[in-house]
């Protein structure tokens, strides 16, 4: 007679099971939050683009912070601009970043692929992204990703140097 009423008994279960993860999630983040991991803080970033018809390197800066549904949550801020041009995460694959960015103000997808300069405790990586551009076609280049800022001259050897290209387009069009 004095137990509460199998009803009042489930819904408090109920709301328990789907709260407790939240709170779990909520508690691992601030422990996390004062740990101060490698991939945290700010990364500049360098990749080539072909701007009117010339290749460019196009500078631009990831501040890499912990996450609550993803490990690592990547800002990317273009120079000149305050507010952020993509949003996305981080992930670890074997020796490797997978860094998924979308465009905040437009409708663009990236993938990133980058060497794991933990184990070697680089201060910079390289890598390859690739994409669908606002225009929808498949874009695709060299990316480094550094702590230290460089210049673009700079930036612009290192990734030429890392660059090999080879192009059957030829073959695919004749």
């Known amino acids: 007679m004095n137990e509460p009423h199998w009803a009042l008994t489930t819904i408090i279960g109920a709301i328990t099971g789907w709260l407790l993860p939240h709170l779990v999630r909520g508690v691992v983040l601030l422990i996390r939050r004062f740990r101060r991991g490698v991939v945290d803080g700010r990364w500049f970033v360098y990749h080539v683009a072909k701007r009117d018809g010339r290749l460019r390197v196009e500078p631009s800066v990831w501040n890499i912070r912990k996450g609550l549904k993803s490990s690592f949550v990547v800002e990317e801020v273009r120079k000149g601009l305050e507010t952020p041009m993509y949003k996305g995460d981080l992930l670890f694959e074997r020796n490797f970043w997978l860094v998924r960015l979308n465009g905040v103000a437009h409708e663009e997808e990236l993938l990133i692929r980058l060497i794991s300069p933990i184990p070697t405790e680089d201060a910079s990586t390289w890598g390859l992204y690739l994409g669908i551009d606002v225009q ?39």
């Not at 076609?137 to 001259?153: D, F, N, Q, T, Y």
Request: no cysteine; net charge positive; aromatic share 8%.
């Open 136 to 174: 929808g076609k498949a874009i695709a280049g060299p990316i480094m990703v550094s702590r230290e800022e460089l210049s673009v001259a700079e930036a612009f050897e290192f990734l030429m140097e890392k660059t090999r290209v080879y192009s059957r387009m030829r073959l695919l069009t004749a």
